[in-house]
């Protein structure tokens, strides 16, 4: 015996859904108005966000590094790293703000922490800052399931090929030298 | 050639796969009324909100515990020690930030104590651990379902599990009171003994130690140490990790005059790797990527110098509890995700507890 669509919904729809319900309201689309073209980037000041993910720190501040040696840019502020999975929020957040123009963060290299490098991504466009996120590609459908959940389904995100952690020194600037391009495009893009 | 009018039962089971309601395993789909029996159970109000994953943005509620427990195919008195069991795991405060999400993919032991270990049918003797009790395996499933439904953590989405670890959301035992020699873990949880109780802990894996071969307390301790210690568990400086005894092996260690706080104390002291063992491995820290090994090498550390895997002798970082058969010495050591919250959860029901219910009268029903 076989039911239509249909008949199931008619028969079983009194079935209770095991689902929770969302809390708080789901985020408006805001992102953050980008930079005008490349050479706008002289004199920014760069925000850094880096988790506690192995080499993560690393390839960040190798990126501010060549935002200052190739665009003038100034890396303002490197953020300690913070538990890796928890979302950017209250004086941390507003000190990283109130400190930068644009924003590195990442790296998304964890279930937990590519979530939350989205979250955070998502967070400082929504105060003003454009920002460039870095996940690893293992984690491309968590990232985006979080830019869904967070109401920014097609929130742009960069992804470096996995694994990053076993990365040597060199390959990590070599890796880098390659997001660089992918990051200023990031800033500098017309807002959506 | 089905009975006359059963097809429906097995339609019902397909629509809730349809709604990706399932863990891969049959549901039970949730009726209003016998959601109603299980609220009935507590006197918690349904809309209770009893967690939230604030990263994805959903929370759940008594009511939403209720309807996946029924799900996972509880009993109606079983959902106190579900409730219970949820309220000892979200002491542990990775389960708020990202231990559902993590790649370790940690599997909850859930461990009752007290009297309704019997009520219920927990069954804390043999095969403790493994399949066979409706209450020990459902009473965990709740928890995993209420994860993935409630909280919306599903794999390959937001559950990002490399491999996964076998029983998860399938561990939960009663401790064997009974024939263990020391108090029960929910005293160690802060609990009276008695009280019945449920203590939750996240692990990474559980890892067999057979010996029969010793009566030497020493020699019993220096094997369970030897698991204790392997490198490929070790991931930072210092480690936790529980023991669940069989009741041999615990009456073995007691009958030489020790209790839990000795048994910790000559684990923690005797738990020991070398740089050298952690250099072979590749965990010393000393690599061109900088310092963030198991240990990071300095030069003045004496190369052959054992360091020990534990930082302490607490029960939060080497619980001990006694499960199994005493048809053998066979205990467990199961590594702690982060670390054991050491508050166990009272178990609370209703002041007026409903009479037996029947489950399903008749198909009309649905």
Redesign the interface.
């Known amino acids: 015996m076989s039911l239509d669509p249909a008949d199931h919904q008619a028969l079983f729809g009194a079935f209770l859904s095991p689902h929770g319900r969302v809390s708080g309201p789901r985020g408006h689309l805001v992102r953050a108005a980008r930079l005008d073209g490349p050479a706008a980037l002289a004199g920014r000041r760069v925000g850094l966000l880096w988790n506690t993910k192995l080499n993560a720190e690393l390839l960040l501040v190798e990126l501010g590094r060549l935002l200052m040696e190739q665009y003038d840019a100034v890396v303002t502020a490197r953020q300690a790293p913070y538990a890796h999975a928890v979302p950017l929020d209250g004086p941390d957040l507003h000190s990283l703000i109130d400190s930068c123009d644009v924003a590195l963060v990442g790296v998304g290299d964890c279930g937990s922490c590519a979530a939350a490098a989205i979250n955070d991504g998502i967070t400082l466009e929504r105060h003003g800052i454009p920002a460039a996120v870095i996940c690893s590609d293992a984690f491309d459908v968590t990232a985006r399931a979080t830019a869904e959940v967070q109401g920014d389904p097609d929130y742009p995100f960069l992804t470096t090929p996995h694994p990053i952690a076993v990365l040597s020194e060199g390959q990590v600037v070599r890796r880098a030298a390659q997001l660089l391009p992918e990051v200023v495009a990031r800033l500098v893009e017309e807002a959506s | 050639m089905s009975a006359p009018g059963l097809?429906?039962v097995h339609?019902?089971v397909e629509?809730?796969y349809?709604?990706d309601?399932s863990d891969g395993l049959p549901v039970v789909?949730?009726?209003?009324e016998l959601?109603d029996a299980f609220l009935a159970t507590t006197d918690r109000d349904p809309d209770e909100?009893i967690?939230?994953l604030?990263?994805?943005?959903?929370?759940?509620?008594v009511e939403?515990a209720a309807?996946?427990a029924?799900?996972a195919g509880c009993r109606p008195e079983y959902f106190p020690v579900v409730l219970a069991a949820w309220d000892a795991l979200l002491l542990d405060p990775?389960t708020a930030?990202?231990?559902w999400?993590?790649?370790s993919g940690p599997a909850p032991l859930i461990v009752v104590n007290g009297p309704v270990r019997e009520r219920l049918g927990i069954n804390g003797g043999g095969g403790a651990l493994g399949p066979g009790f409706r209450a020990n395996a459902t009473i965990a499933r709740a928890i995993g379902?209420?994860v993935r439904?409630?909280?919306?953590v599903r794999p390959?989405?937001?559950?990002?599990?490399t491999q996964g670890i076998p029983g998860r959301w399938a561990m939960c035992v009663a401790e064997n009171e009974e024939e263990s020699p020391w108090e029960p873990l929910s005293v160690d949880g802060g609990l009276a003994p008695g009280s019945d109780a449920v203590s939750a802990m996240l692990l990474r894996d559980t890892e067999f130690v057979d010996n029969r071969h010793t009566a030497d307390p020493e020699k019993l301790l220096a094997d369970i140490a030897d698991t204790l210690g392997r490198t490929g568990a070790l991931i930072f400086e210092h480690a936790a990790a529980g023991l669940v005894l069989c009741p041999e092996h615990a009456q073995l260690l007691a009958r030489a005059g020790m209790g839990k706080d000795d048994v910790r104390r000559w684990l923690a002291d005797h738990t020991r790797r070398s740089v050298d063992d952690l250099r072979a491995v590749g965990k010393n820290g000393l690599?061109?990527?900088?310092g963030?090994g198991v240990r990071v090498d300095r030069p003045d550390e004496q190369r052959a110098g054992a360091d020990p895997v534990f930082e302490t002798d607490t029960a939060q970082h080497l619980p001990i509890l006694v499960a199994g058969a005493r048809n053998a010495g066979i205990s467990s050591v199961v590594r702690l995700f982060t670390s054991w919250s050491r508050i166990s959860a009272r178990v609370e029901t209703a002041a007026e507890v409903p009479g037996p219910l029947m489950l399903v009268e008749s198909e009309e029903e649905?």
């Open positions: 097809g429906i339609q019902a629509y809730a349809e709604q309601w789909p949730a009726t209003r959601t909100v967690g939230r604030e990263p994805l943005r959903r929370e759940v509620t939403t309807i996946n029924v799900m990775t930030v990202g231990a999400q993590s790649t379902l209420l439904n409630g909280l919306g390959q989405v937001f559950e990002q599990a690599t061109e990527r900088g963030r649905l």
